[in-house]
């Protein structure tokens, strides 16, 4: 960030008055430019045994499989985010989604919010952010394909455990660029 969006006049990046990190603060108006974290909202959506994923048409990770999830917006609930996701990237209708995961992911400043549901209807579709979609087996799922390690957490967690309590974890990138779970329930 160079410059302040209130008056638009450069910004020091500095730990403001009682503060203990670094912001960008305006040298003009003195505005503190707060930077969060993203959420990010999906779900695991099953009818049956079977449960859908998305093949992804957009960057980051371009063909390969997801669970249909994406960044929060303003005015949404969380599971308003998921049950929205799960539309615009499969043309799927999600029944009552309850909490299945919080996932922190520090290392990109991010926090997953995964819910479980039931599709309302099978029928499923592509929408512009997926290839394709599809509704797997636990044997039938590309596992080797998978976009995200917080998908393939999800799922190993959803046919280990179920979906009777909420789970917790947390991801770091080791030097390699190597992603690392730290699993905390």
Request: contains cysteine; aromatic residues 10%; charged residues 20%.
């Amino acid at each position: 960030m160079n410059y302040c969006s209130q008056c638009g006049q450069p910004v020091t990046l500095k730990i403001p008055v009682d503060d203990n990190r670094e912001r960008f603060v305006c040298d003009h108006c003195g505005y503190v430019h707060y930077q969060n974290p993203n959420n990010v909202c999906g779900a695991l959506l099953t009818l049956g045994d079977r449960i859908l994923l998305c093949k992804r048409a957009i960057e980051p990770r371009y063909g390969l499989w997801t669970l249909p999830a994406g960044f929060m917006e303003n005015n949404e609930t969380v599971a308003e985010a998921a049950a929205r996701e799960a539309m615009e990237e499969a043309n799927a209708q999600a029944g009552p989604l309850s909490l299945f995961g919080i996932f922190s992911m520090p290392y990109i400043s991010q926090v997953y919010l995964m819910f479980h549901g039931k599709l309302a209807s099978e029928k499923v579709w592509a929408g512009p952010e997926s290839l394709d979609v599809g509704m797997f087996t636990r044997e039938q799922i590309p596992w080797d394909e998978l976009a995200f390690p917080v998908v393939t957490h999800s799922l190993e967690l959803f046919y280990e455990h179920g979906t009777d309590r909420v789970h917790h974890a947390w991801f770091s990138r080791g030097p390699d660029r190597s992603v690392k779970l730290h699993s905390i329930d």
